[in-house]
């Protein structure tokens, strides 16, 4: 939990206490430790435990921080008894990223199911904004007043310029108030490195995944070149530059989750389904080799080809959805042996 603290300094005025413009102490950014638990995907568990950078709050829906507010009068001692209204608001992304039909709209966009987002969005699966436990509070004995924040899974736009950020008004009865801003989204998620010949990230927007993950996928590349597959590996989606909610996926979220290409014969996009049929360029062997690496790396993989390995989801004929979050990627992982 953070502490932060936004003190107001009231004046006198005919000897009754006014809160004057007088400034105090800018808030106190402390580190923030959470567990991350994106149990807001159909798929998607995690009891991984992350370490978060203290000036950014994790896009999961789930990390809370109590903000807290003091109020001190003129010399500076606490004021208890004091009703601090709080307001939350977005400052950017702005748009459709923060609304169910906005986002309805971007997963249509997106060839994604904007019904299904609308629908999450409504029933607080998916949260466009974040949300505080109460609208106001009133100070006690020390002068604190404290509401708790919990995050939404906002952390930037398509454009990926800047991450996502939502502030919170502190407002005294008087009408002195205080902005806090809080920025939204993982801040160390790093850009998979093409391996050419091995690995290569094609048409993705979302191309940033967690360091481990992205040191796994740089040695899973060096293996298939070494192994001098005819083709490289193809990531079409990892996660956006600060994670978070990124249309058309409902996960991708957290830097450990990625769709594949099946593997093909001629480096384009196939397909192969639950009942054994494929396109004429799917490559069944080399799919499997990938899949078995990815799962002895301790993912989870949906796939629908016949035999390949992966798990049925609907819609998996022609993509590989594999996801780390319910484990660690295991680093040591060289899988030439697998892949060759
Ligand atoms: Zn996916």
Same mark, same amino acid.
């Given at each position: 939990m953070a502490k932060r603290r936004t003190t107001f300094l009231p004046g006198t005025e005919s000897g009754v206490n006014v809160f004057s413009d007088a400034e105090a102490v800018e808030p106190q950014i402390a580190d923030i430790s959470s567990v991350i638990h994106p149990a807001d995907d159909d798929i998607e568990q995690t009891g991984e435990e992350v370490g978060i950078a203290g000036s950014s709050y994790p896009p999961d829906g789930r990390t809370t921080a109590t903000i807290s507010v003091t109020v001190t009068d003129q010399h500076e001692n606490p004021m208890p008894g004091q009703r601090v209204r709080f307001n939350l608001s977005y400052v950017r992304p702005g748009g459709n990223w923060r609304s169910a039909s906005g986002l309805k709209l971007l997963y249509n966009q997106n060839n994604g199911n904007g019904a299904k987002a609308e629908r999450l969005v409504n029933q607080g699966v998916i949260r466009v904004l974040g949300t505080l436990n109460d609208s106001s509070a009133t100070t006690g004995s020390d002068g604190v007043a404290t509401v708790i924040y919990r995050t939404s899974h906002i952390a930037s736009d398509f454009s990926q310029n800047s991450r996502a950020r939502e502030k919170i008004v502190a407002i005294l009865s008087n009408g002195k108030q205080r902005t806090l801003n809080l920025n939204i989204g993982w801040p160390r998620l790093q850009q998979i490195s093409n391996v050419p010949g091995g690995l290569r990230v094609i048409g993705a927007r979302g191309t940033r995944v967690h360091p481990k993950l992205r040191e796994f996928l740089k040695n899973l590349g060096d293996d298939v070149k070494g192994a001098n597959w005819p083709h490289p590996v193809t990531v079409t989606a990892a996660s956006l530059r600060w994670g978070g909610q990124y249309p058309p996926h409902f996960s991708h979220k957290h830097g450990w989750t990625l769709d594949l290409r099946p593997m093909s014969k001629d480096g384009e996009s196939t397909w192969a389904k639950q009942d054994g049929s494929s396109a004429s360029n799917y490559d069944r062997s080399r799919t499997k080799r990938l899949i078995r690496a990815l799962k002895e790396s301790g993912s989870t993989v949906y796939f629908n &080809?016949? &035999?390949?390995g992966g798990k049925f989801k609907n819609g998996h004929d022609n993509h590989i959805h594999v996801t780390w979050l319910t484990s660690n990627v295991s680093l040591a992982a060289r899988l030439g042996n697998v892949i060759a």
């Open positions: &080809g016949k &035999g390949a």
